[in-house]
């Protein structure tokens, strides 16, 4: 082949390179503009389901990666309370919505659920009618609870004609150590903020030998909308040694507290009067930041049981190991005199 032919079939392989350089780098072009327009679109169809709830959860359904700031911008909500993205796992989306509806006072409440993640988030709609006879929906409140250990749960309840809704959060969290709060939403109210939060489950776990394990709970057992507002919630607290290792777990008895709480304003708080449980310690006992005790808290408040247990057939390890903890690790104080002398004279040994 001469010159002028190589030269030529050069020419023309290098005409198709570049021509193959264009068309791949015009459809990476295309494919990237596309992208950002459907982003585009996708963010402002987010923008506009702000204006009712149906738009918000059809939306969710038929989407699967976004990210809420065109919603939360449209519905003037705060920046740092936009939830985390969405996206897809394993094929599935990770965020999901439920609609509640109340008819009383109108509204909607929007649950969004993240699959991956132990977050919802709540969006509160009244529904207004507007003068040509149409309806239009407005924000009203929204909640945002997060839990660490364990799935979230709500449901609404109707108290004598009033919604509430209930919905649990994490308390306190850590090693060994965790709090369930629920918490009652006035949906009668102006915003979506809790009326009344309590500890509905928790467990403290001991690490250490000079402390003591407790789990509790609380329970709802009586809602009162007249003549005073007032919810009553029953507690129960069970104490125990337990370092979670091969030695013995030694059950310490339990105790039990009712609690009173009236509406005052916008809240609930604890009323002295009608509980069995002062409102100096009620935080100590059943709030949702506690923790283990330490042997004086364990005797100041499981010295009930403990006084009584001399009498329980059936436990004499338990008295013989709680004589040798009382001695090595609580205080001088009544308390600690009081149950060595009850407990030691049974084993050969003095109270101190």
Request: charged fraction near 20%.
């Amino acid at each position: 082949m001469n010159n002028d032919a190589q030269n030529q079939a050069a020419i023309k392989t290098m005409s198709q390179t570049n021509y193959l350089c264009l068309l791949v780098r015009y459809l990476l072009c295309f494919a990237i503009g596309s992208l950002f327009l459907v982003e585009a679109d996708d963010a402002e169809d987010l923008a506009r389901a702000a204006q009712s709830p149906y738009d918000i959860q059809r939306f969710v359904e038929h989407h699967s990666g976004f990210d809420w700031g065109p919603l939360w911008v449209a519905l003037k909500l705060p920046e740092d309370s936009t939830p985390p993205p969405c996206g897809d796992e394993r094929g599935q989306p990770t965020c999901s919505s439920e609609l509640m509806t109340v008819l009383d006072p109108p509204q909607m409440i929007v649950c969004l659920h993240w699959s991956n993640s132990h977050f919802e988030t709540y969006l509160r709609f009244l529904r207004e009618r507007q003068p040509a006879g149409s309806i239009a929906w407005r924000i009203a409140g929204y909640f945002e609870p997060r839990a660490k250990y364990f799935a979230l749960r709500h449901h609404i309840v109707d108290v004598e004609g009033k919604p509430f809704l209930v919905a649990t959060s994490q308390g306190t969290s850590g090693t060994g150590v965790s709090s369930e709060v629920e918490n009652w939403i006035d949906l009668t109210g102006s915003d979506l903020k809790p009326a009344l939060s309590f500890t509905s489950k928790a467990t403290y776990f001991a690490q250490f030998d000079s402390y003591i394990s407790r789990k509790l709970s609380g329970t709802v057992t009586s809602i009162k909308i007249r003549p005073v507002k007032s919810i009553i919630v029953q507690y129960m607290m069970e104490f125990s040694h337990d370092l979670g290792g091969p030695g013995p777990v030694y059950r310490l008895g339990s105790r039990s507290d009712t609690v009173r709480y009236l509406r005052t304003g916008d809240h609930f708080t604890a009323d002295p009067k009608t509980s069995t449980v002062a409102s100096a310690e009620l935080n100590l006992l059943y709030g949702p930041e506690g923790d283990v005790f330490s042997c004086d808290q364990f005797l100041i408040y499981d010295i009930g049981y403990l006084s009584g247990l001399r009498d329980v057939p059936g436990t004499d390890d338990v008295r013989r190991w709680l004589a040798q903890y009382v001695d090595k690790w609580c205080e001088n104080t009544p308390q600690k005199r009081g149950i060595l002398a009850l407990l030691q004279p049974s084993f050969g040994g003095q109270p101190r």
